[in-house]
């Protein structure tokens, strides 16, 4: 069974610029999980999919992220424009369903903004 | 407010020798418990969980963990490290609202 599966691994980009992350879930989980880890740091949610809806996104700086999960599959992480700040790992998991308290995690994006 | 604790940011260990990572939560009812291991570039893998039950949880990699309610705390054990133990463990629980919030880490460092 594959794992959670993200793109790219490693981006490197201006501030200012825009940057998107990819995550192909496992295959029939309905649940979807962005999470930041800062450096030194333990994971910090983001953003929670149910199927195609955004069900807990109160951690997501909307001012400037936005996600996506158009057909309940995959989803899309977007930060425009991108500060020096954001430089972290950007982790995605999923889960069966809500009630499924096991996430897998996939291997995270590392970005650096300079 | 809710909180996961890892008190030690760091620990070094020799081959071969035990390793106990320390894990304390605060919530009003016992959460769901898990560690959780990230080897350099890679995400987080599950090596436990304790929902219920019996309170001495095995894991993979030789891994344990103990929940002692009374102390609100959740440790991590292993008899005998090898060098591939080498990484950083998180420790997490859901909260009352199904969420997942993890400790800030212990980082293991396993010498010859």
């Known amino acids: 069974e594959a794992g959670v599966v993200q793109s790219p691994r490693y981006k490197i980009i201006e501030k200012k610029q825009p940057v998107a992350f990819w995550c192909n879930p496992i295959?029939?989980?309905?649940?979807l999980y962005w999470y930041l880890q800062n450096l030194g740091q333990g994971p910090e949610l983001l953003i929670r999919?149910?199927?195609?809806?955004?069900?807990?996104d109160s951690q997501l700086p909307k001012d400037r992220f936005s996600a996506e999960r158009l057909k309940g599959v995959d989803s899309t992480l977007k930060i425009q424009p991108a500060e020096l700040g954001d430089s972290a790992v950007y982790l995605c998991?999923?889960?069966?369903?809500?009630?499924?308290?096991?996430?897998?995690f996939g291997p995270g994006t590392r970005l650096t903004v300079l | 407010a809710q909180s996961v604790t890892q008190p030690d940011i760091h620990i070094t260990v020799s081959e071969g020798a035990s390793l106990e990572l320390r894990c304390n939560y605060s919530?009003?009812?016992?959460?769901?418990l898990f560690w959780y291991v990230q080897s350099p570039g890679q995400g987080l893998q599950l090596l436990l969980k304790?929902?219920?039950?019996?309170?001495l949880v095995q894991g993979i990699k030789g891994f344990e963990a103990e929940f002692k309610r009374s102390q609100s705390s959740f440790n991590l054990r292993k008899p005998s490290v090898h060098w591939s133990d080498a990484a950083e463990y998180f420790c997490?629980?859901?909260?009352?609202?199904?969420?997942?919030?993890f400790g800030a880490g212990t980082q293991v460092v396993v010498t010859p």
């Open positions: 295959s029939g989980h309905n649940t």
């Open positions: 999919y149910e199927n195609e809806e955004a069900v807990d």
């Open positions: 304790y929902f219920s039950g019996d309170t």
């Open positions: 997490a629980a859901v909260d009352s609202w199904g969420k997942l919030q």
């Open positions: 919530y009003g009812a016992t959460p769901y």
């Open positions: 998991a999923s889960s069966r369903d809500r009630h499924d308290n096991e996430q897998f």
